[in-house]
């Protein structure tokens, strides 16, 4: 059997954030999620497009100034 994996590895940081944000959406009777815990799930997917390549840094760039902005908005609005 695979042992399971620890540590800061990229995809299992991703996996576990957004397992966490299903999580809250089948617990919960309105399928709301907060913005905080969705804002860290999606900046952690950002390395990715590193893997990528060039073709995709104008989706990285576009990506990561969306994730800031709804990081940014939540700020602003507390």
Do not use: W
Request: charged content about 20%; overall charge negative; aromatic content about 8%.
């Amino acid at each position: 059997m695979a042992e399971p994996i620890t540590g800061d590895k990229t995809l299992h940081q991703i996996a576990v954030a957004f397992k966490d944000l299903a999580n809250t959406v089948s617990d919960s009777q309105t399928a709301e999620v907060e913005v905080a815990p969705f804002s860290r799930a999606c900046s952690l997917i950002s390395p990715l497009f590193g893997c990528l390549g060039i073709a995709f840094k104008f989706a990285e760039m576009d990506f990561v100034a969306k994730v800031s902005l709804i990081a940014y908005s939540l700020i602003s609005l507390r």
